[in-house]
């Protein structure tokens, strides 16, 4: 795994934890927080992945 990739699923993490606390405590603002972040997340994911996926067929 690259830091992307760990940084991604961290971000993932951080969001579902805002989301679900958004959601016990009625706050759509810290929800919808929540929701970008794992957006963000998965996006950092998917490019660490890509750049993992490149360094594999350079062997």
């Not at 971000?11 to 759509?28: D, I, P, W, Y």
């Amino acid at each position: 795994m690259n830091r992307d990739q760990v940084k991604g699923v961290a971000q993932q993490v951080k969001g579902k934890v805002n989301e679900v606390v958004g959601k016990v405590t009625g706050n759509r603002t810290q929800q919808l927080k929540g929701d970008l972040q794992q957006a963000t997340g998965t996006a950092r994911k998917a490019f660490g992945d890509g750049k993992e996926k490149i360094r594999r067929m350079g062997r």
